[in-house]
T-cell receptor, first 114, second 113 residues
Framework: AQSVTQLGSHVSVSEGALVLLRCNYS??????LFWYVQYPNQGLQLLLK??????LVKGINGFEAEFKKSETSFHLTKPSAHMSDAAEYFC????????????FGSGTRLLVRP | NAGVTQTPKFRVLKTGQSMTLLCAQD?????MYWYRQDPGMGLRLIHY???????AKGEVPDGYNVSRLKKQNFLLGLESAAPSQTSVYFC????????????FGQGTRLTVV
């Protein structure tokens, strides 16, 4: 069955440090890949998505992610963390095997230390 | 534009009671979804709709029913609430299918005692 694995339920970084949130997926066919962000007491908001084409995808708020087919990964990065980045981040995948339904990972909570 | 609006925002139910969660979107989106969010489990799809008058089951449909009588509204019903249905429920909509951006409501926190 298709699945999404986010390594680390909690990640803590200092303000200004690199943010790296990991996402691996299982899919035997080319997937669509997404990162969503959830701020406290709010719904999810799309950060970025990969459908086809360039494997390095840029999103909002300075985030980007790279689709690596050989590693079945779609890690999220940001060069310099800001206090406002503190939130929960969800990786999601959609492909033909799931009838293109969105399958979410369990989420990673990002803490940014001053 | 309000986007996706969910009512109510909070609710406490007793076991066996019924209730309906309302989702309304003003973006003229075809697709609408109901998810539940539980700690450490991400979001799981309960039911979805690909257009007015249609509904389909997601990953965890048992104990829930839905209706989409109008394009802008998607209702989620619990006929006989159980403690296992304590969760945060999110409605979302998208212009087309799952590969397009989904817009989420702010959630409904439901507690079943």
């Amino acid at each position: 069955a298709q699945s999404v694995t986010q390594l680390g339920s909690h990640v803590s970084v200092s303000e200004g440090a690199l943010v790296l949130l990991r996402c691996n997926y299982s899919s035997s066919v080319p997937p669509y890949l997404f990162w969503y962000v959830q701020y406290p007491n709010q719904g999810l908001q799309l950060l970025l998505k990969y459908t086809t084409g360039a494997t390095l995808v840029k999103g909002i708020n300075g985030f980007e992610a790279e689709f690596k087919k050989s590693e079945t990964s779609f890690h999220l990065t940001k060069p310099s963390a800001h206090m406002s980045d503190a939130a929960e981040y969800f990786c999601a995948v959609s492909d033909r095997a799931s009838s293109y339904k969105l399958i979410f990972g369990s989420g990673t909570r990002l803490l940014v230390r001053p | 534009n309000a986007g996706v609006t969910q009512t109510p925002k909070f609710r406490v139910l007793k076991t066996g009671q019924s209730m309906t969660l309302l989702c309304a979107q003003d973006m003229n989106h075809e697709y609408m979804y109901w998810y539940r969010q539980d700690p450490g489990m991400g979001l799981r799809l309960i039911h979805y709709s690909v257009g007015e008058g249609t509904t389909a089951k997601g990953e965890v449909p048992d104990g829930y029913n839905v209706s989409r009588l109008k394009k802008q509204n998607f209702l989620l019903g619990l006929e006989s609430a159980a403690p296992s249905q304590t969760s945060v429920y999110f409605c979302a909509s998208s212009k087309q299918g799952f590969s397009t951006e989904a817009f989420f409501g702010q959630g409904t926190r439901l507690t079943v005692v």
